[in-house]
């Protein structure tokens, strides 16, 4: 079985370095849905060395804390399953209380729609958010 974590990464990478790499998941329900993806195809934290494991917790902060200041989302929801996909991976979705699926999680059920300038304002806040976070990773994490 192919890992679409190993081979479908280039389209939406925001950032990588030599341990992690960052991307758009693109999902249209979630205007701001990022992955935080070990280089390694390991599918637990526990597979990760120490120095690995703080280095990932520094990456989900920088993230989250730069989603807090652009977006100002309601919440910032952290996620890390593997169920589907057995390759090391955090969800990091900016959350509102009017998005499709507030206060369910993301793969709960639909509560509302959501109107399309609302969810395009988003995104395009997402997007340019993305330098920022590259900018702000590799000042950190490198690349």
Known sequence: MTC??????????????????????EDP???CFLRVVSCRHVPEMSSLTSEERTEL???LNVVEE???????PHKVNL???????????WHVIARWQD???F??????PVQRDVPADVQAE??????????????ALEKRFGC
């Not at 996620?79 to 991976?89: C, K």
């Not at 988003?122 to 900018?135: D, G, I, W």
């Open 122 to 135: 988003r995104r395009r806040m997402t997007e340019a958010l993305k330098p920022v976070l590259r900018e």
């Open 29 to 31: 329900a979630f205007p």
């Open 66 to 72: 730069e989603i807090i200041k652009a977006l100002r």
């Open 79 to 89: 996620a890390q399953f593997g169920n589907m996909v057995p390759h090391l991976h």
């Open 4 to 25: 679409p974590l190993c081979t479908d990464r280039a389209k939406s990478e925001i950032w990588r370095n030599g341990n992690f790499y960052l991307i758009d998941a």
């Open 103 to 108: 206060p369910e999680c993301p793969w709960g």
């Open 99 to 101: 998005d499709s699926h």
């Open 57 to 59: 917790w520094g990456i």
